[in-house]
């Protein structure tokens, strides 16, 4: 059950959404304008009813947090439904008035309020209704007698079982540790989805109001802001590994209630005991000499006569049903201390920043970052509880099954899924399929949780194999596991050495990383009827696990499942077991695997039966499989080759002068087919158009008489249609060549080539290699296509100089920053199959790691390039730097054909990709300049897995409408629909989640945008508390310091500086920088230069017009290194930098003013509007210079007369500088002619003139 905390912030700001008469757009439909006055929902004020006791005290308040968390969450629904008023009476004869929607779940509210920290108590408790107790799946809309009157249901303290006990124990232990965010899970990252935001923020900016008015105060005293943070941070940034070591060290260290809670050595508790109900004994430390023996029992828990020597469990105390009650009557400070630790943890809840950095990440994968802080004098504290964690969901999953039942994942999954999948005329209003889509994401990840506890605990031995065969085929070893059925890639190498793979077990590892792609394909076809196998990849110290769900009749009976569809034999048996293949093909299963054909392009081919030589009619690749289960489903499975292989790039490694690429398994990109389809549509109606305007305008139209049915043109557009089996050898003595050659020459003639440019071209360029590996696969491109694109940036670069000039420095220098990152990405990528291939077979994996890294980042000169094979040293102890050089030079050319020529030398950027790639977490410190990591620095190894994470098509597409209206600037539309878009995801895949997160910067930015043009502070406070959350996000679901949490931060820095906070958003644009370095290292990626010119635009404005102008220089220099001293972007930056200097300096103002002016003469003559301005403001500068020059020829005049009161006077004014009074007025004034008031007033105004 997901926490409500998420869902309450994202409510509450809803609510504080303007509403849309405010826009000054167009209005929009009534159906979607509806959603921006209705999202909030009312909650009643919680009705209290008697006396309260003292333990009630503890409850106080909770009521409103639980129904404002509910209310919010009903708040979700679609704004159409009836809500319904629910009042809960507690046990303490207290009630809550709540508001719900008919379709909302009992269990769903219930959790709601057990949520919160002050419900502690009632941790074991059910609902009912008239007296009935209420199942948690039932829905309010099923209760008889409940109207719009609503109904009164009661909180009922539930009998205890043993799980229970411990559930309720861990709450207890909760709230103690809550200072601790750590993940203790074994295996898992340390720190896992953490936020940094809070520390960034500073503790004074936290509070919203504070600085607002700094501006204001800068322009009326005219005086310069104090600087709140040290500048030389944004000028030159550390390390990230030393912010976070300085700033997220963490306060280990809180009150403490008691001494010590744990497990009783009098346990397991004997069977004459259990017999009268004792459930666990516990031991409970509350002062010295202070030693409490606890029994829990069915009815709750009360102190026993036992001690540390003689077991006594007579009942020495009441029996309480919550045992923090319990622990209060015995002792005072206990009971103070609990209470404050729960109003503490209370009052965190109504923050909306602590509830999103708290809110647990339930539909996808936490962040692990590759630095954490790790102390190990204060970051492992005693804790006799932590064990106890197990079967509440805590430490070691492999312990649940004791208590647990086993989870059958298959049913669950498949379950989840059906009810998710809908027709958009079975839609409706949507609220029950998101909710149920929302419990297949919850499950499937913790489908995926449970497969890697599992993987880690085959390689830990703890989980044996099924049989128990000869060592040296190990890896043909099959586990069961919590019905995950898990086995080793490397058992298909049988397979794939028939098939003539250069490396047999690197296709094998391969093609178990591509049947998840082929799952994630086939469910976005989202085809009703036909179900895929649940499956995750983990890869964890060298090795890769396949974890999959089984399907009902699959494993060990003989009579069970039978493929019916695609090939039959298993093609992973022994080669003397497979001399012919057979091929099977059904009806009914034909039929909907062509549904999915229809919607990704898959041919219908014919495929020959190697036994019979009976050809059948498949849609998928021939290795595809389909099954009819137990239960009745068809299944799909063998995905793996779910797109046809890249046949053209196998061709091209096999003729180049490389060495031999090691497999076969190079698949196209799937997005590749759609954007060729797209290609195809484009160039169709494009031809049509073309054709019908030539036809209209031979009979004689007008051409503004011509029109076009767009839609009748698009019907008529062909659909790419591929032979999934093209290039393997099912599809020998097809010509499948054919079909493919537009598609390949799409990609090598087109789509590389074109990306090329449109990098050189664009504003950005990628700063590593996630962002990288992003924006290759969204445009088709596979990541072994890397040393192309290289080849291509080279024969750019090779004929720049023929391009037009303006823009020819400007290319050059993105692409070479372009060309740094993707060889720094080859780079690492080859490290990681070096410690891949080491991590298998060293025991000592933590010294291992570190020398490994440590002798990565020492390689100071490439090696020789050779095309034969490095001999690898046996053991890391063995490996040298220029060893390594070698290997991963050779690796290089293998893997990614291209000979790197420099070196990488940006050695924190090559330690964070190396460290996030190999899952390895290290202590956050400085680790420059030496760069050596030691044993003791590696705090963790981290499972990385590959799933296909759940992802709505409905919600999709609603934001997709959004971007429509963006798009053709229906301003109204886009943000009623944004709003409406961002309930439906926080529904389907809770608050925090990447897709989440993507409509909720696009919403805050659009509530941003609406600010600037009409200044309504609703809109823009909106913002703020949205893009707040963003930063949040980013940072817990893509790390501390990824690219998007970077990018997160300079938008939020431009909001906070548009409210007026302008040295909070500096603080947000250094810690930007701070991960630029991280990401790119101590080089100037281009990127930054923007940042650089806002922080020295926000200095100015700010007063601080020294540090602007060392911004403006950086950003200069920069310009005149990179492009070059003649080049207009460097005039403009002296041109930019001339006006800052001028307030210091107004000389060399005017010579940065002159270089200006004669770079854009000499470039583009005298006409051109840029030299004409820049000569216009030296002519400026220079009478600026000229009158200051009077005035201190005036004033030496006076001062040799004596006329100190003229001195004095001056030196009383507010402007403080000569510059402010008119030389006539000046000289009026020495002559006792006038005075010097309205003189300064006509002065300023002047002055702003000039």
Same mark, same amino acid.
């Given at each position: ?124 408790? %059910? ?74 923020? !500073? ?26 943070? &040290? ?222 506890? !599992?993987?880690? +605990?085959?390689?830990? /031995? ?6 128990? +065969? ?49 799952? @994630? ?10 179900? *895929? ?145 797209? %290609? ?46 093209? /290039? ?40 590593? !290699? ?32 023929? &391009? ?31 410690? @891949? ?213 300079? *938008? ?24 630029? @370095? ?6 100037? %990626? ?97 009478? %600026? ?66």
């Amino acid at each position: 059950m997901t926490s409500k905390k998420s869902k309450a912030a994202a409510r509450s700001k809803q609510a504080a959404a303007p509403a849309a008469a405010a826009d000054p757009a167009p209005a929009t439909a009534p159906a979607l304008e509806a959603t921006l006055t209705t999202d909030s929902v009312p909650t009643s004020e919680p009705a209290t009813n008697g006396t309260a006791e003292p333990e009630q005290a503890a409850e106080n308040g909770a009521e409103n947090a639980a129904a404002a968390d509910s209310s919010a969450d009903q708040g979700e629904a679609e704004p159409q439904q009836q809500l319904l008023q629910v009042t809960i009476r507690l046990p303490t004869q207290r009630t809550i008035d709540m508001m719900v929607v008919p379709t909302e779940s009992v269990g769903f509210l219930q959790q709601s309020l057990l949520d919160q920290p002050r419900m502690v108590h009632y941790s074991c408790a %059910h609902l009912t209704y008239r007296g009935k107790r209420l199942t948690e799946t039932a829905d309010f809309a099923s209760l008889e007698g409940i109207d719009q009157e609503g109904a009164e249901l009661e909180l009922v303290e539930s009998l205890y079982g043993e799980r229970d006990v411990r559930v309720h124990v861990m709450r207890i232990r909760d709230i103690m540790f809550a200072h601790s965010t750590r993940a203790h899970i074994t295996g898992e990252a340390v720190d896992a989805g953490v936020s940094a935001f809070k520390a960034v923020t !500073g503790d004074r900016y936290l509070d919203p109001t504070f600085d607002r008015d700094i501006l204001t105060q800068v322009d009326k005293n005219g005086k310069k802001a104090e600087t709140v943070f &040290d500048d030389e941070g944004a000028l030159t940034p550390g390390e990230f590994g030393a912010f976070l070591a300085s700033t997220m060290a963490k306060q280990r260290k809180c009150i403490k209630a008691m001494q010590s809670l744990g497990i009783s050595g009098w346990n397991p508790v004997p069977a004459w005991r259990r017999l009268r109900g004792d459930i666990m004994y516990l031991n409970a430390v509350t002062g010295p000499n202070e030693s409490l023996h606890i029994t829990a029992t069915r009815n709750g828990f009360y102190i026993n006569k036992s001690t540390d020597t003689t077991f006594d469990p007579t009942r020495k105390s009441n029996v309480s049903h919550s045992l923090a009650k319990l622990l209060s009557q015995q002792s005072p400070h206990f009971a103070k201390t609990f209470a404050k630790m729960i109003e503490q943890q209370q009052q965190l809840m109504t923050s909306p920043l602590t509830s999103a950095e708290k809110v647990p990440i339930l539909t996808t994968m936490p962040a692990a970052n590759w630095l954490v802080h790790m102390d190990g004098t204060t970051d492992h504290l005693y804790d006799s509880l932590r064990g106890l964690g197990a079967v509440a969901g805590g430490e070691n999953i492999l312990e649940t099954s004791a208590l647990d039942s086993m989870h059958d994942w298959n049913e669950e999954l498949q379950v989840y899924r059906m009810q998710s999948q809908v027709n958009d005329e079975e839609a409706g209003d949507g609220s029950n399929l998101h909710m149920r889509a929302r419990q297949y994401a919850m499950a499937f990840t913790q489908f995926v949780h449970a497969a890697t506890q !599992g993987a880690l +605990g085959i390689l830990d /031995g703890s989980i044996l194999p099924l049989v128990i +065969g000869d060592n040296d085929k190990k890896d043909d070893a099959l586990f069961m596991w919590n019905n995950i059925f898990f086995s080793f890639p490397e058992s298909s190498v049988a397979r794939f050495a028939k098939e003539g793979h250069q490396d047999p077990r690197a296709a094998s590892r391969v093609h178990a990383g591509k049947d998840v792609a082929g799952i @994630r394909l086939v469910e976005s076809a989202n085809v009703k009827g036909l179900h *895929t196998m649940p499956t995750a990849v983990i890869d964890i110290k060298g090795r890769r696990i396949v974890a999959q769900c089984l399907i009902p009749g699959i494993l060990g009976n003989p009579e069970g499942a039978k493929i019916v569809y695609g090939s039959q034999d298993d093609p992973e048996l022994p080669l003397d077991q497979v001399d012919q293949r057979t091929v099977k093909s059904d009806a009914a299963f034909h039929e909907l695997v062509g549904k999915i054909a229809a919607k990704l392009g898959w041919k219908e081919h014919m495929v020959k039966d190697e036994k019979t030589g009976e050809e059948h009619s498949l849609w998928g690749s021939a290795d595809m499989k389909g099954i009819v289960g137990h239960d009745g489903r068809k299944y799909l499975f063998e995905l793996s080759r779910a797109v046809p292989v890249d046949t053209e790039f196998i061709k091209q490694a096999a003729e180049d002068e490389l060495p031999p690429y090691p497999h076969g398994v190079a698949l196209v990109r799937p997005e590749l087919l759609t954007m060729f389809q797209d %290609h195809l549509a484009q160039k169709h109606i494009s031809d049509l158009f073309s054709a019908e305007c030539d036809r209209k305008l031979a009979e004689g139209a007008k051409p503004e008489e011509i029109k076009f049915d767009l839609n009748e043109a698009m019907k008529t557009v062909p659909q790419v249609s591929v032979n999934v089996d093209h /290039g393997t050898s099912w599809a020998a003595g097809a010509d499948t060549e054919t079909e493919m050659r537009p598609v390949f020459d799409y990609l090598y003639k087109s789509v590389i080539p074109e990306y090329v440019d449109e990098t050189a071209k664009m504003s950005s360029v990628p700063i590593n !290699g996630t962002i990288l590996t992003q924006m290759l696969h969204a445009r088709g491109i596979a990541m072994r296509h890397m040393g192309l694109i290289v080849k291509a940036i080279d024969d750019k670069l090779a004929t720049q100089g023929t &391009d037009a000039e303006p823009i020819a420095a400007q290319h050059r220098v993105r692409l070479s920053v372009f060309k740094t990152v993707l060889e720094l990405e080859m780079w690492v990528r080859a490290f990681k199959h070096v410690v @891949r291939h080491y991590l298998k077979t060293d025991e000592d994996t933590t010294t291992a790691v570190a020398a490994l890294l440590t002798t990565f980042l020492a390689i100071d000169a490439l090696a020789p390039a050779t095309n034969d094979r490095v001999e690898w040293p046996a053991t890391v102890k063995d490996l040298t730097s220029a060893t390594l050089a070698a290997i991963l030079g050779y690796e290089v050319r293998t893997r990614f054909r291209h000979t790197i020529s420099v070196l990488p030398a940006a050695k924190e950027a090559l330690l964070r990709e190396a460290a996030l790639k190999t899952g390895v977490q290290l202590v956050a410190r400085a680790y420059g300049p030496s760069f050596a990591v030691e044993e003791r620095d590696i705090v963790q190894l981290v499972p990385l897995v590959k799933a296909a994470f759940y992802k709505d098509t409905l919600c999709q597409q609603h934001y997709d409408l959004a971007q429509t209206f963006l798009q053709q600037n229906k301003i109204a539309n886009a943000l009623a629909t944004l709003e409406q878009s961002l309930s439906m995801f926080e529904q389907t895949y809770t608050q925090m989640h990447p897709e989440t997160l993507l409509v909720q910067g696009t919403l805050a930015e659009l509530y941003h945008n609406i600010f600037m043009e009409n200044k309504d502070e609703t809109y823009l406070q909106r913002a703020l508390e949205l893009q707040r959350v963003v930063a949040i996000g980013y940072e817990r679901l893509s790390g501390l310091d990824s690219h998007d949490a970077s990018t997160a931060y300079v *938008t939020l820095a431009a909001m906070e500086f548009t409210a007026g906070r302008a040295r909070l958003a500096l603080k947000y644009l250094k810690h930007a920088q701070l991960i630029n @370095r991280s990401l790119f290292g101590t080089a100037v %990626h281009p990127d930054a230069i923007q940042q650089w010119s806002t922080i020295a635009r926000i200095q100015a404005r700010l007063g601080r017009f020294d540090q602007s102008v060392r911004f403006w220089t950086l950003v200069k220099d920069y310009h005149e290194t990179e492009f070059g001293p003649n080049e207009s972007i460097t005039a403009s930056a002296y041109h930019q930098l001339s006006h800052y200097v001028f307030n210091l300096d107004p000389a060399k103002g005017l010579a940065y003013e002159e270089t200006a002016h004669k770079i854009w003469q000499a470039k583009f003559g005298d006409e051109d509007p840029r030299t004409i301005d820049a000569a216009k403001y030296a002519a400026d500068m220079k009478r %600026h210079i000229a009158e200051q020059a009077q005035i201190a020829q005036i004033l030496a005049v006076a001062r040799a007369q004596g006329d100190l009161k003229v001195m004095d006077e001056i030196d009383r004014t507010e402007a403080g500088t000569k510059g402010d009074f008119p030389i006539e007025d000046l000289v009026a004034y020495i002559n006792g002619e006038k005075a010097l008031g309205k003189g300064k007033k006509r002065g300023k105004k002047a002055a702003g003139k000039r």
